[in-house]
Structure formats: structure tokens, C-alpha cells
């Protein structure tokens, strides 16, 4: 399916997958992302979280272009603070609701997250649960969609990234 905007975009974004920009709001219904409640620790300046996902086939029109043909997308959602950004973000990725036009490769799937650290270069993130990639072209997707989640929550330049314990590479192999 193809975006109203795709009819005048023109070719390929040559960024690299570390600096794409989030493109679109967290409420489709034009709330605003930095409402924070009195008293609940959440101050007006937390910043949006960005969680990536996929516009099928769109070769790259509307973010880095991967796997078969897509490209990979970035989603403002509400946002957190110092370590909690990591966890706001993953679990925004890992949440039942995506952005309408969107496509989530984790989306049948049963994620938990468990746990995230950043050391200045490396942001680690581990999940429980299960994956339940949709076909071939999925497997980039998810690894995608993860790993640029996880990059853009902590500003790392490096993921590693567990499912029950395996590496995603290797959790991957096995599906």
C-alpha cells in the first residue's frame, strides 16, 4: 500500500540507518505528545521516543531503504526520560498499536521487554517471548525495526540485541 505522499517523492534516501528522523506524530488525532499528568514524574521535557516500522515496498521513497524493497520509517510516540527512553521506545515497537499505513514485522508476535543497559557506545536490549515473523521478508524487518528502535532510543551506534536469551541473529537462524 502506498502513502498519499509517495506519488511526489522522488528517489532513495542515502542516510544511514542511525539518523533517520521520526516522521510521524504519535496521535493521529492531534493531541500533543508532552502532556504530562501533575504528579506523575513525567515532566514537559521528555522528549518523544521513536519507534521504527515499515512502509512495504516503497523502496526507500520515505526512509532507508532494506530488505525487499522496503523502507523503514520512524514513529513519535510518548516519550521518557533518561533510562526510561529505552524501555518507552522498545515497548512502543512492541505495543498493539501501530501508525495507520504502517507495517509492524512484530507485530503477531509476543514480546516482552525485559531489560536494556547503554555503555556509550553499545545498547543492549533483552526481550522474553516469542517471534513470529510473517515469511522471508520479515526476518530483515524485525532486525530492522529492533535495532533502529533500540540506536535512536540511547543514541548508540551499536545494538545487541536478545531473545530468551539468544542473540536476535542467531534467534532468527532458527525460524
Do not use: W
Not at 533517520?20 to 492531534?30: H, L
Amino acid at each position: 500500500m502506498q502513502s498519499p505522499a509517495a506519488a511526489g517523492s522522488t528517489g532513495p534516501s542515502a542516510a544511514p540507518l542511525a539518523f533517520i528522523p521520526a516522521t510521524i506524530a504519535a496521535s493521529e488525532s492531534g493531541g500533543s505528545t508532552a502532556s504530562p499528568t501533575p504528579g506523575s514524574g513525567t515532566e514537559a521535557t521528555a522528549a518523544p521516543v521513536t519507534a521504527y516500522f515499515v512502509l512495504v515496498d516503497d523502496g526507500g521513497r520515505h526512509g532507508v531503504r532494506f530488505g525487499c524493497n522496503d523502507s523503514l520509517v520512524g514513529a513519535a510516540g510518548a516519550g521518557s526520560t533518561g533510562d526510561g527512553r529505552l524501555k518507552a521506545a522498545i515497548n512502543a515497537l512492541l505495543g498493539a498499536e501501530q501508525p495507520e499505513n504502517l507495517y509492524n514485522a512484530l507485530g503477531s508476535s509476543r514480546l516482552k521487554f525485559l531489560s536494556g543497559s547503554f555503555d556509550g557506545t553499545t545498547v543492549t536490549v533483552y526481550l522474553s517471548g516469542t517471534l513470529n515473523p510473517g515469511g522471508t521478508c520479515d526476518t530483515p524487518r524485525v532486525e530492522a525495526q529492533l535495532t533502529q528502535t533500540a540506536l535512536e532510543a540511547v543514541g548508540a551506534v551499536k545494538a545487541a540485541i536478545y531473545i530468551n536469551g539468544e542473540s536476535l541473529a542467531d534467534y532468527l537462524k532458527l525460524k
